[in-house]
């Protein structure tokens, strides 16, 4: 991967990376589509990677579809894909015979604890000391992810600005089913019911949006309104719905200056976010399928 990455800079080529854990679906797609329209090169990884998982989550039934990802990836013109092992990306030292975890981390420390960070405590540690890694290794140009993880996009954002990466982040919009259901890897894991129940989430999102356009710019009474939402659906239990900087993701009292709304939810025991910008962040607009 070292070598290739050399190569493209040498060659004066503008070189995007498309970090994944693999279970690619349009979300990914577009994330590919537009580092193929900004770069001359793209690199894609897929890496399920072990330390953002917690000691109760889904590491072991994440879905992994390498070769159809391979194939994907191909056919939308991705040029190199990296695709580490665990030991390769954790290395064991040398008096021992295991990888993770590793002795070395990367914490933002002022975002880290907030959000999904609050909700999974060590998820945002495992997250930027692997696109740390990442980014070391491939030395890409631009690195291109997803809105959807809004709070994680805001966190890599603080890490590249804070230890000097010399990386563009570009987050891509939300890309949705028809129905309005935020794609995500994890979807796969909800029955029928479950899947009609998911729909909350979004729904939660555009009653807020709703009242926002309405002339309402209260978080706290916005808030309310978000909770009430998906406090109607029975297989769904919330997480969280906060209302908060999208930079900071400290929790604003009005949204006059624009705000990222945020929401988790389990549906069953499947565990999804969503999100939706307010006000003057709201410049990434969500695409259905």
Known sequence: MREASRGARHASQRLGLVPTMGALHEGHVSLVRAAKAACDVVAASIFVNPTQFGPNEDFAKYPRSFERDRELLEREGVELLFAPTVEEMYPAPADRNVGPPPATWVTVEELSGKLDGRSRPGHFRGVTTVVAKLFHIVEPDAAF?????????????????????PVEIVACPIVREADGLAMSSRNAYLDGVQRKQALVLHRSLMSVRKMVEAGERSAARLAAVGREELAGEKLVRLDYFEIVNAETLDPVEDVSGGALVAVAAFVGTTRLIDNILIGKTNNQEDRHG
């Not at 992810?145 to 990466?165: C, E, H, P, S, T």
């Open 145 to 165: 992810f997803g809105q959807k993880d809004a709070a994680q996009v805001a966190v890599i954002r603080r890490m590249v600005g804070d230890l000097n990466f």
